[in-house]
């Protein structure tokens, strides 16, 4: 997946539009973007649209996410009871603590599959794992927490408010580096889990520019997906999280290259060494570029011009 598309729960018509962004996922939202008292209404909107999806829709369109709310308060359990009717692609959990809490997740899914006759494991599960303080610090456990774990992804709007800190962001829009420092943690981890790691949004929808710039660089630092809130990011998302058609081919290359030698653990090609976690990062461009495609190198960059001589100066004819 590269782009991932939250749409609040209880919005019929944005719904509706969502499914026709592009979006590889849309996350319909349960949890913060739905007002309490509207939480039940939400419910049954999720469900319904869950349920009115054709088998061509399940087969080829966007997958199909619900963000239930956090777990200690029963309210996880009641949304899972709502929507898993509906059979959701995967779940994204809020204020994720640990491997721990990501694991009580997995087990109400196991016990809400059998139920519904689903197979144990089929339905995904998506952890947002910086959104308190305190989650920072069970960053390092989620590896071989649920088999179901397809990624991590991390917030910076949650947590910022739980260290009652008056901003997440500078003037310029980046990121100040308390925030920084947990979209490191949270790469790492999730590449230490061997799951999807997933940038957070950027909730200034009508900054292109400033989502360009963080799409690069989280597919420069190792994420795979971008989280989105409105519809005009997704294209932004996906044209960055498509490899780039050199990067397929020396991929493919380096990838037969390592058949072709009967596998060994490392090669020399044309003066350089290549091991097993360049290998394993060619095969992860070839697999992407086989769902997504790919897109055309960036033009070469301009060659600097030279500095123009100064001229000699022109003999004045004495008259
Ligand atoms: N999914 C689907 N459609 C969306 C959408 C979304 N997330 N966000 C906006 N749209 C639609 C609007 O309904 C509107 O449709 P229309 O032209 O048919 O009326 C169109 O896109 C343009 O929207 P725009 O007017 O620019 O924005 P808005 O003021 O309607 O909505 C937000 C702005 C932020 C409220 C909205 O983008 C949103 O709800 N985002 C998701 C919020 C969320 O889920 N947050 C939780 C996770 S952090
Ligand atoms: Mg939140």
Not at 139 to 146: A, H, P, V
Not at 229 to 232: D, E, G, L, V
């Given at each position: 997946m590269r782009s991932y598309l939250f749409v609040p729960g209880n919005d019929e018509g944005k719904i509706v539009k969502a499914f026709d962004t592009g979006a590889d996922a849309i996350v319909l939202d349960l949890e913060d973007s739905v007002a309490p008292q509207d939480r039940n209404k939400a419910r049954s909107v999720v469900r319904d649209a869950l349920e009115a999806r054709t088998s061509e829709m399940r087969k080829s369109g966007p997958k199909a996410f619900v963000r239930v709310n956090p777990l200690g308060d029963g309210e996880a359990f009641r949304d899972l009871d709502s929507v898993m009717p509906g059979r959701p692609d995967g779940i994204v959990l809020p204020k994720c603590r640990d491997g721990e809490n990501a694991k009580k997740l997995s087990e109400m899914l196991v016990a809400k599959e059998s139920e519904l006759a689903i197979t144990t494991g089929t339905v995904k599960l998506i952890a947002i794992a910086t959104e308190t303080a305190r989650s920072v610090f069970g960053?390092?456990?989620?590896?071989?927490?649920?088999?179901?774990?397809?990624g991590l992804g991390w917030g910076a709007e949650d947590l910022s408010a739980d260290m009652g800190?008056?901003?997440?962001?500078?003037e310029a829009g980046q990121f100040l580096p308390p925030y920084q420092l947990v979209r490191n943690l949270c790469l790492i981890a999730a590449h230490a889990a061997r799951v999807e790691a997933i940038d957070t949004v950027h909730i200034d929808f009508k900054d292109e520019a400033g989502l360009k710039r963080e799409c690069d660089a989280a597919l420069r630092d190792g994420f795979t997906a971008k989280m989105a809130?409105?519809?005009?990011q997704i294209a932004i998302i996906n044209e960055a999280f498509t490899p780039f058609k050199s990067d397929v081919e020396q991929s493919k290359a380096l990838v037969e290259a390592f058949a072709n030698a009967g596998n060994p653990g490392v090669l020399g090609i044309d003066g350089k060494m290549y091991d097993r976690p360049h290998l394993m990062r060619a095969e992860k461009i070839v697999l992407r570029a086989e769902t997504y495609g790919m897109k055309d190198d960036p033009p070469p960059p301009r060659k600097k011009r030279a500095p123009a001589k100064p001229r000699a100066k022109r003999a004045t004819k004495k008259k």
């Open positions: 960053l390092g456990s989620y590896g071989g927490s649920t088999p179901r774990l397809l800190a008056l901003a997440n962001r500078d809130i409105h519809p005009a």
